[in-house]
Structures are given as C-alpha cells and as structure tokens.
C-alpha cells in the first residue's frame, strides 16, 4: 500500500519531468509551424543584411553564458534594472529586431507557448546553416528567465584572455579545450571593433610595441583601419559572412583579430585542434554542431523555473 503510494508519486514525478524536459518536437502538437516560422523570419532577415548571422549567433552565445539559455539578454532595461545588456560586454549584439519579429508573427499563431529563449536558439541554427555552416535540429522546451542584471556578464570571456584563462572559463561551463576551439569557430562569422585588439598594435607589453603573435603586415593594415577609432571594424577572416574553415587558415597565418583568437594557435594544445579544423571542414563542422547544442543546454529553466514571455523585452 505504502510501497505503491510512493510508487505512484515517483510515476507522476518521472511523467512531469519528462513532460517538462525538452525534446525536439516540444512544439509538434501546440505549435507545429514554429520552427518554421523562426527560420523564414531569418532568411529573409538575412536576404537583406547577411551580416545579421553573425549578429544571431553571437545572441545565443552571451544567451547562454550569462544565466543560461533563457533570453535574458534580450530584456531591456527599466527604472529600477540595469540590464544584461546595458553592460560593456553587450557591446555591439545585434539582431534584436529578428527575434521580435519571429516572437510577433509566432505569438499571432499560438499566443503564449513559444518561449524567448528557444526562438535565439532556432535563430541562432538557421544563421549558421544560412551562411553556410551545418544543420542541426535542436531540442526545444526552455522557458524565459526572469532575471537580467548587468553584474552577471562577468561571466562572458575577455578579448585579451590567453588560452589557459579561455579554458578554465569554458571548463567552468562544461567544455574542454576542443569544444572551446571548435565555439570560438563562431568567429568565422562577423567583425570585430578596433577597441576590443587595439592594445594588440602598440605598447603591448615591456619588451614588444606590438603583440608578437600578430602577423607584421596585417598588424599594419589593423592600425590603417583603426586610426579611424574604436568602432572601427575588422572582419574576422576573408569571409565575414560564410561559415566555413577561413578563421582558422587565419589564426594559422598570424591573422587572428582578437588575442583570444590568436591564443588558441599559441598554445600547443589548442594548436593542434585548430590545425585539424583548417584542414577539415567536415571536422569543424561536426565538431562545432555538437558543440552549439551543448551550448544550447547551458542551465536551461524548465517547467515553472521559467515563464513564456509575451515580449521578449520584457518578464510577464
Ligand atoms: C572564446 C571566447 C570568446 C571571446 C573572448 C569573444 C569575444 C568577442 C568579441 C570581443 C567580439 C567583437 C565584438 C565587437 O567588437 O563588436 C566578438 C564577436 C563575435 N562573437 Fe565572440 N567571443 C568568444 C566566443 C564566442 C562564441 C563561443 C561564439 C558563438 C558560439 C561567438 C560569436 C561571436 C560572433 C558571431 C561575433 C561577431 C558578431 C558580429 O559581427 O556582429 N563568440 N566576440
Ligand atoms: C551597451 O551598453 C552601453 C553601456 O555600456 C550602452 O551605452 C549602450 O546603449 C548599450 N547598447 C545596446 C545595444 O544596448
Ligand atoms: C594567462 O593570463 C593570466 C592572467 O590573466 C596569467 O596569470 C597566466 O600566467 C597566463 N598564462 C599563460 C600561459 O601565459
């Protein structure tokens, strides 16, 4: 009798777990034309501005490390927050308008089902594969977090950090030195402002005027550019807008923009990793799918941990 009491409560317990937990076809019965939706509202977004790819994926990724995958760096600000993102690391995150345009057209089809947080997730893949990277389905589910203080970003990785600090901070987060390189493959994608390297170009340290990893000719044309200013900006590699192996043919060459970029060729460790995925894309991209998933379930609400915002600038 007793034996069976707590049996039962364990079923109900497992039942609303996994009804809870995320799937891939969290949506199938209560919004099957979410994933969709999401997806058109990207190609078109990214028909008009491709460099928005790299806007989208970068969302996901300050998503994720700041209080896990739950939109909270999409929450503006108000009288008495200051926001995620409001603080300097936010710098530059774009893209905003895309979600709210999914969230918009999503939220005219099943009101109050599709959370914030999934919809960057969704973006964030569509991005990838639009610019030519790998498809990857992804488990849906996360609910919308209802915290967004500006403090929490010390938790985003500096520019200026070396290989050891990139892989304790990531380690810190659940990912080994591989998964670190084959992440920072995001920066096959996109741009970088003269403000986050500039103290790459001159009086870099005691014995160096410029960073010695720093290829001697590209450090030049890096200082052309940014005799403009901090906003100046740098692609990442050849091809801003294609996800492909060209930011690690670059780190190879001494070309990385970032000394977080650089370092990963530095350090023997990460070296090896990167001359792997200069070598093979198909490497990078298998590597890197896995990787974004993962990324994807960082501290991820569940249930009541979390609500399905309205607007995805603002909790309920
Ligand atoms: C390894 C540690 C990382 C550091 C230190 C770092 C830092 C930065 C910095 C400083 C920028 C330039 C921002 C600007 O100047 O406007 C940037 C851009 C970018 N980051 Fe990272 N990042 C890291 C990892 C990642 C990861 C894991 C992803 C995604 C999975 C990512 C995606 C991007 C993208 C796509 C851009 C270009 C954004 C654009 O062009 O709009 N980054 N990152
Ligand atoms: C980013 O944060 C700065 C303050 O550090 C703020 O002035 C700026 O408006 C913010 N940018 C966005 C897009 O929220
Ligand atoms: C990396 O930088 C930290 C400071 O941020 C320093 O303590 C450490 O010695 C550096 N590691 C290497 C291998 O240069």
């Excluded at 901070?169 to 970088?192: D, I, Y």
């Amino acid at each position: 009798m007793i034996a069976s009491f707590f049996k039962s409560i364990l079923l109900i317990e497992v039942f609303m777990v996994g009804a809870e937990a995320l799937s891939m076809g969290y949506y199938i019965m209560s919004c099957p034309f979410a994933d969709q939706t999401v997806t058109d509202t990207v190609n078109q977004a990214l028909r008009k501005d491709p460099t928005l790819a790299a806007g989208l994926l970068r969302l996901h990724f300050h998503d994720c490390f700041v209080q896990g995958c739950d939109a909270s760096v999409l929450i503006d600000s108000t009288e008495d927050n200051t926001a995620e993102k409001d603080s300097p690391a936010n710098l530059s995150l774009r893209g905003y308008e895309v979600i709210d345009q999914a969230k918009k057209l999503i939220e005219q089809q099943c009101p109050g089902v599709v959370s914030c947080a999934d919809i960057v997730a969704l973006a964030a893949r569509d991005a990838v594969f639009w610019a030519g990277g790998p498809y990857y389905d992804i488990p849906k589910g996360r609910k919308d977090g209802r915290r967004s203080k500006i403090e929490d970003t010390i938790n985003l990785p500096s520019p200026i950090s070396n290989s050891s600090d990139l892989m304790k901070l990531f380690w810190q987060h659940g990912f080994n030195a591989r998964e670190l390189v084959a992440l920072s493959g995001a920066h096959t994608l996109g741009a970088a402002r003269c403000g986050n390297f500039k103290q790459r170009l001159s009086n870099f340290d005691a014995v160096n005027d410029v960073d010695p990893t720093l290829d001697s000719s590209f450090a030049k044309s890096l200082s052309r550019v940014c005799a403009a200013g901090d906003d100046a900006e740098v692609p990442f590699d050849r091809t801003r807008n294609a996800f492909d192996r060209a930011y690690f043919w670059a780190l190879q060459s001494g070309m990385g923009v970032l000394a977080s970029d650089q370092t990963l060729f530095s350090d023997p460790q990460t070296r090896r990793v990167v001359n792997g995925y200069a070598m093979n894309d198909a490497m990078f991209f298998f590597d890197f799918q896995q990787a974004v998933t993962k990324m994807g379930l960082l501290d991820v609400k569940e249930g009541n941990q979390g609500e399905v915002r309205a607007d995805c600038r603002r909790v309920n």
